[in-house]
């Protein structure tokens, strides 16, 4: 039931897609339903391209026949679908259970609009029960570990590296009431290069629920 609202909510958002659009392809497996579908309609002479957050994105999105270009090489998008593990009615979001959410951060902000789709579990009152992911550089482990520690987190380094060979911190709080300033002081600790809260960046949202898809605009 789970996969079918997943893959309602991604059917309906690549609905949005148009001929000629650069598509932003989310990482995670309601994204890849997106992948599918668009792969299903390339194929059918959609002429669309598209950047990858994350090496599984690229093998999918290779696999499935979507044209890819380098987003190094590009400064902009017209959409972006990727999943959410949480998302609450202010269009905050926490992502990054996959571990791509600094290349899916930069994605999203390079993106004209930006639309989360994801089964009704991810949608909650307030984000923040969700782990969340802070990537780090190598160099700064134990110090960013300490820091992260400093603001309430129960940290866990996940085992392995992300797509850019750094370290992945999963944080665990037991309550997040701002967002907002702990996305500051996030971002202010030296050695950290991105974290899963994604604040200003979702348009839209929708939501698969029991068979039916619930569409939800900032």
């Given amino acids: 039931m789970i996969d079918?609202?997943?893959?309602?909510?991604?059917?309906?958002?690549?609905?949005?897609?148009?001929?000629?659009?650069?598509?932003?392809?989310?990482?995670?497996?309601?994204?890849?339903?997106?992948?599918?579908?668009?792969?299903?309609?390339?194929r059918d002479g959609l002429?669309?391209?598209?950047?990858?957050?994350?090496?599984?994105?690229?093998?999918?999105?290779?696999?499935?026949?979507?044209?890819?270009?380098?987003?190094?090489?590009?400064?902009?998008?017209?959409?972006?679908?990727?999943?959410?593990?949480?998302?609450?009615?202010?269009?905050?979001?926490?992502?990054?259970?996959?571990?791509?959410?600094?290349?899916?951060?930069?994605?999203?902000?390079?993106?004209r609009r930006m639309i989360v789709i994801a089964d009704a579990s991810k949608r909650v009152e307030r984000i923040g029960r969700a782990r969340l992911p802070v990537e780090i550089l190598p160099f700064a482990r134990a110090f960013a570990a300490t820091r992260l520690a400093a603001l309430g987190a129960r940290t866990e380094i996940r085992p392995g590296l992300s797509d850019q060979g750094n370290v992945i911190?999963?944080?665990?709080?037991?309550?997040?009431p701002d967002p907002s300033a702990l996305a500051a002081h996030l971002s202010a600790i030296p050695g950290v290069l991105g974290h899963g809260l994604f604040l200003d960046e979702?348009?839209?949202?929708?939501?698969?629920?029991?068979?039916?898809?619930?569409?939800?605009?900032?």
């Avoid at 068979?211 to 605009?217: A, E, F, K, S």
């Fill in 47 to 111: 002429e669309i391209r598209a950047v990858a957050t994350s090496l599984r994105t690229e093998e999918a999105a290779h696999a499935a026949g979507i044209p890819l270009i380098d987003f190094a090489d590009i400064d902009s998008v017209d959409l972006t679908i990727d999943g959410a593990d949480e998302i609450d009615g202010r269009f905050f979001a926490i992502k990054g259970a996959g571990g791509a959410m600094l290349r899916e951060k930069i994605v999203a902000a390079a993106s």
């Fill in 202 to 218: 979702v348009d839209c949202a929708y939501i698969g629920d029991g068979g039916r898809v619930i569409r939800l605009d900032r």
């Fill in 4 to 42: 079918d609202d997943k893959r309602a909510a991604a059917l309906a958002a690549v609905e949005e897609v148009r001929p000629g659009m650069l598509v932003g392809l989310g990482t995670g497996s309601t994204a890849a339903f997106a992948i599918e579908r668009l792969g299903a309609l390339v």
């Fill in 169 to 176: 911190i999963d944080c665990f709080f037991a309550d997040m």
